[in-house]
């Protein structure tokens, strides 16, 4: 077998439609021949795509188009033709994509403290949703911010309690000796002048009397 | 097929249900010949509705000795395709390889789905567009067998050629697929 009858045979080769000495023949200048092997391997690529390639389907309504074009019966009814373009929506892509945007308006009209139930033309100004998002923000910024001192104070607190605390325990045998009645008064004075040193201490909590806790935690500690 | 034969009779004997069922057995087949042929699916749906309408209005003259009902629906559907081809080839005349591979890559990759589907469909477009880059003859021959799936002796009523014509015309559309394919490839990557 020459070269040209073996291109022209690739098809029936692959579609094992020779006979057998046929079939022979083309092995043996398959053997020989890399160019002819090169073009069966792409043949057969093409016919694998071909397999591959999945059935196209045409719309719902184009059996019920051809009926009303041939013998004029049953157009698509307005159900049919409703269902058929809600079906696209249930992909899960267009669903996600739909729950995003319902997401991201919700958060857009919270934001804006836009109340659907009783809308007002103002709500429908989008310079008031500007506005109302802003003082919302800063609002919140400064939530976090005081929440922050607070966090901040407390633990301050808590560590000259504990450093109160750890003095006292050093000092205590000497304070058995002397019994002195202004000794740890005099000791939680000095600490609540220390506590309002502390940044923001006085300014979150004007009213607390900082040195009533610090002299009733000294003296619930101090030995009695 | 029997079924198509006693459809036929019905749809004969005027009743509408068996033509409705006639058509959900074949819309899908001849929407997919159309649409390898067009590349489009507006204009396969124009033509599926062309052919079925000349089906109907053709079916008395249908004669089951000289084949079965579908071959005779291939026929009827592939002159129709070849009189659009013919009618619209004014159009395509601008159409180049280098285009269709554009057109391929620009299509959106649709990130939400699952690679498997993006396969199939990369190898639809590729393959669809290296078949518009076929010659018509070539063109049917493959489509029919390796798309649709008939047999060599059935293409060759189809197209109305001898079966050595059909195995010739399919060994070379193959060929020069894949030809097309290689350098579609090699461009895009």
Request: a positive charge; charged letters at 30%.
């Amino acid at each position: 077998m020459n070269h040209l009858e073996a291109v022209n045979q690739i098809s029936e080769y692959l579609e094992k439609r020779l006979g057998p000495a046929t079939r022979a023949e083309m092995e043996s200048h398959l053997a020989t021949c890399p160019e002819c092997r090169e073009m069966v391997e792409d043949v057969r690529q093409v016919m694998e795509r071909c397999h591959m390639a999945e059935p196209l389907q045409p719309s719902p309504w184009l059996i019920s188009r051809i009926i009303h074009a041939t013998t004029g019966q049953r157009k698509p009814s307005w159900a049919d033709r409703l269902r058929d373009s809600v079906r696209p929506l249930l992909q899960p892509r267009v669903a996600y994509g739909i729950s995003m945007a319902v997401f991201s308006i919700s958060f857009i009209l919270h934001a804006a403290n836009v109340n659907i139930r009783s809308l007002t033309l103002r709500d429908l100004n989008p310079g008031t949703w500007a506005y109302r998002a802003n003082s919302k923000g800063h609002l919140l910024v400064a939530r976090a911010e005081k929440y922050y001192y607070d966090l901040r104070v407390v633990y301050e607190i808590q560590n000259r309690l504990r450093e109160l605390r750890n003095d006292q325990d050093e000092q205590r045998p000497r304070m058995q000796k002397k019994d002195s009645p202004g000794g740890a008064q005099g000791r939680s004075r000095q600490s609540s002048m220390e506590l309002a040193a502390i940044p923001g201490f006085s300014r979150f909590s004007p009213n607390v009397g900082v040195s009533d806790v610090l002299s009733a935690e000294s003296k619930r500690s101090l030995p009695r | 097929m029997d079924q198509d034969l006693e459809l036929l009779k019905r749809c004969l004997a005027g009743e509408g249900a068996a033509w409705e069922e006639l058509l959900r057995a074949h819309t899908s087949k001849v929407y997919n010949l159309c649409y390898r042929f067009t590349g489009s699916a507006p204009q396969s749906e124009d033509l599926t509705q062309e052919v079925f309408i000349k089906i109907y209005q053709t079916l008395k003259s249908f004669d089951s000795s000289q084949g079965a009902f579908s071959t005779w629906l291939n026929r009827i559907a592939r002159n129709h395709l070849v009189d659009h081809y013919r009618r619209t080839k004014r159009d395509r005349l601008t159409d180049s390889i280098e285009e269709k591979v554009e057109k391929i890559e620009q299509k959106p990759s649709g990130g939400r789905d699952p690679m498997a589907e993006l396969e199939s469909r990369e190898v639809r477009e590729l393959l669809q567009a290296a078949l518009a880059l076929l010659s018509p003859e070539m063109r049917e021959a493959v489509i029919l067998r390796d798309l649709q799936e008939l047999d060599y002796q059935e293409i060759a009523q189809v197209l109305g050629v001898p079966e050595g014509t059909v195995k010739s015309r399919i060994n070379r559309g193959r060929l020069e697929l894949a030809r097309i394919i290689k350098r579609m490839k090699g461009m895009k990557g």
